[in-house]
């Protein structure tokens, strides 16, 4: 298999789940919707994907080859998704508060 396809497999194989999960992500909930919450939910799916590629490429180096070369992408997979899981809820949790019009 060819190198960079190989340090990318998760990525190449999570990418179809990672359009699901952004589409919910950025429909719901429907309101309030503007250009503030527009750029604030592609700023958010932008940190968690490059997060998920930091991780696995992190996983993949600090996986120990004693258990086979599918180990590295055993534990790629797992951490990136965590990871991806991780910065995509605490974007939905901080969304809310970021986006409330400022009091007077």
Do not use: K
Not at 54 to 76: C, K, N, T, V, Y
């Amino acid at each position: 298999m060819n190198a960079q396809v190989e340090l990318n497999l998760a990525l190449l194989l999570f990418l179809p789940w990672f359009l699901v999960l952004g589409v919910l992500f950025c429909v719901f909930p429907r309101q309030p919707r503007g250009a503030r919450r527009v750029l604030y939910d592609m700023a958010s799916l932008a940190l968690a994907v490059a997060a998920f590629v930091l991780s696995i490429h992190w996983a993949q180096q600090s996986a120990d080859p004693g258990h086979g070369r599918m180990w590295a992408q055993i534990l790629a997979t797992a951490t990136g998704y965590g990871v991806f899981l991780a910065v995509l809820g605490m974007a939905f949790a901080l969304r809310g508060r970021m986006l409330q019009p400022p009091r007077r």
